[in-house]
């Protein structure tokens, strides 16, 4: 993302954030123009998806301090990580943002590019999209795909 763009994010989140702060449990995380400015990687296409098939509460691009957190809910300072292998490269870079951002209270949960794709033993036929009461009733989460550790997130953080 190239700086004017960050520039641009950022102070669309802080004119945003005060409205966000006096109704956050009514707002829409998926409203809004400035969606539009955000180029997701395709691992970030895969995981925002499923975010909003869940219907958790996570803003994109979310700036903290320095850095951008790929998906986060800033009340609760909840962020999800997508790694993808060419964008963290550097562990020992990433180890000193993830140690910064935990110093901040945040919890970042961290999803690897190919958790976000559905596993070959998938089965499009198998997946009833209007039994989600069953999907959410299954106490075997499956933590190696991203639609899984977001149900888990929502389990144990939101319900």
């Known amino acids: 993302m190239d700086l004017e763009t960050r520039q641009h994010i950022r102070q669309m989140y802080r004119d945003w954030m005060p409205k966000l702060e006096k109704d956050y449990s009514r707002h829409d995380p998926y409203a809004g123009g400035w969606i539009n ?42 962020g999800i990580e997508v790694d993808g292998k060419q964008w963290h490269e550097n ?10 951002l935990e110093e901040r209270g945040w919890e970042i949960y961290r999803i690897l590019g190919r958790q976000t794709y559905g596993s070959p033993e998938d089965d499009d036929e198998d997946y009833d999209m209007c039994d989600d009461e069953e999907n959410e009733e299954d106490e075997s989460v499956d933590l190696e795909s991203s639609e899984g550790i977001l149900r888990k997130i929502k389990k144990d953080r939101y319900e």
Request: glycine letters at 4%.
């Open 37 to 78: 400015l955000i180029r997701f990687t395709p691992i970030e296409k895969n995981v925002w998806a499923d975010i909003r098939f869940i219907g958790l509460p996570f803003l994109p691009q979310f700036p903290v301090g320095p850095f951008f957190i790929d998906f986060a809910d800033p009340f609760k300072k909840i």
């Open 91 to 100: 562990k020992a870079k990433d180890d000193l943002r993830q140690r910064w």
